[in-house]
């Protein structure tokens, strides 16, 4: 029963290199992710390094031990610095042009259900997730908030992971209640709205 939940949450995730990062399943990879992020943070947050400085000098670094590894080869007769083909395939581009697609187009959806349909559920929605990003955005700067999604997301999903069946048991407790006083707000407030009535074109 155990496997069979740890199995669940693993294929719900993707099932792929990353979900086995989130999971600690590599831990190597995740406990290495942690310390970069880690690290970048204290970088940038608390010792006032510039993003743009740090990724020139990384860059100049990179380029002079690359250039030194080369030239110390050729005169040697060692191997040159192993180096992958150092370009995007189409194939790559396109999957991630269809994926990017996909999610432009399911936001204009949105967009086109709230200002034309006048879909009062999904504006409640969208006005609640951007009221609580920009009140939560309000206590951090926009590093520490990746940061932070980062600890989540290392953490979070492996405690549901050990701790399903409780953990939805109580996650079950609270829609039911979250539902009931959504209910009750759509029947006091949002039912009395009138919506707009779509007019029907007439052809002479």
């Known amino acids: 029963m155990e496997q069979s939940h740890r199995s669940s949450v693993h294929r719900a995730l993707g099932g792929g290199a990353v979900t086995d990062v989130i999971l600690w399943r590599k831990w190597t990879h995740s406990a290495a992710f942690l310390v970069v992020s880690t690290a970048l943070w204290f970088l940038f947050e608390r010792a006032g390094y510039n993003l743009l400085s740090f990724m020139s000098n990384v860059l100049l670094l990179l380029i002079v031990i690359l250039f030194c590894w080369a030239k110390s080869a050729s005169i040697l007769n060692r191997p040159l610095p192993p180096l992958p083909n150092l370009e995007i395939s189409e194939e790559t581009s396109v999957k991630a042009a269809d994926k990017m697609r996909a ?9 086109h259900d709230i200002a034309v349909g006048g879909n009062w559920r999904v504006f409640l929605k ?11 955005g309000s206590f951090f700067n926009f590093l520490t908030l990746i940061y932070i999604c980062i600890l989540v997301s290392l953490s979070l999903p492996v405690l549901y992971d050990k701790y399903q069946s409780p ?3 109580k996650l079950s407790v609270a829609y039911k209640i979250a539902r009931i006083q959504y209910e009750k707000i759509y029947s006091l407030v ?5 919506l707009p009535m779509k007019k029907e074109k007439t052809t002479e």
């Open 167 to 169: 953990i939805d048991d």
């Open 103 to 111: 999610w432009v187009n399911y936001a204009l959806s949105i967009a």
């Open 190 to 194: 949002l039912q009395k709205i009138p």
């Open 126 to 136: 969208v006005a609640t997730l951007l009221w609580v990003i920009s009140y939560i």
